[in-house]
């Protein structure tokens, strides 16, 4: 099992930046492909961007290409989600979620691709 905490929220003006941080807990970090979803109010659960297991493939969803970038220290057991250039449309709940994962080169971008999952965080991008 993993537990995942999200921090890092907040609220910035259009064109500004945030990075979250996505702690896991357990000694098994390297094992999990990660993921960044978000949610914003009356829209379903989105795909951000996802990093494999050994950080050597990653991939975005098209809206935040050349704007987010999707990182890790196994080290640290943490996940980054570096956000440049915000939008208001990125105005969301973010969370992390982790995949056990065999391959290590392997993402995941679906929900249910995902064992567990984060909390949440809010994000706010004022114009």
């Known amino acids: 099992q993993v537990q995942l905490v999200e921090s890092g929220g907040g609220l910035v003006q259009a064109g500004g930046s945030l990075r979250l941080s996505c702690a896991a807990s357990?000694?098994?970090?390297?094992?999990?492909?990660m993921g960044w979803f978000r949610q914003a109010p009356g829209k379903e659960r989105e795909f951000v961007a996802a990093?494999?297991?050994?950080?050597?493939?990653?991939y975005y969803t098209d809206s935040v290409k050349e704007r987010f970038t999707i990182s890790r220290d196994d080290a640290k057991n943490t996940v980054y989600l570096q956000m440049n250039s915000m939008k208001p449309e990125d105005t969301a709940v973010y969370y992390c979620?982790?995949?056990?994962?065999?391959?290590?080169?392997?993402?995941?971008?679906?929900?249910?691709?995902?064992?567990?999952w984060g909390q949440g965080t809010q994000v706010t991008v004022s114009s």
């Open positions: 357990g000694r098994t970090f390297s094992s999990y492909a």
């Open positions: 979620a982790a995949s056990e994962t065999w391959g290590t080169y392997l993402l995941r971008t679906t929900p249910g691709q995902y064992n567990y």
């Open positions: 990093i494999s297991r050994n950080g050597g493939n990653r």
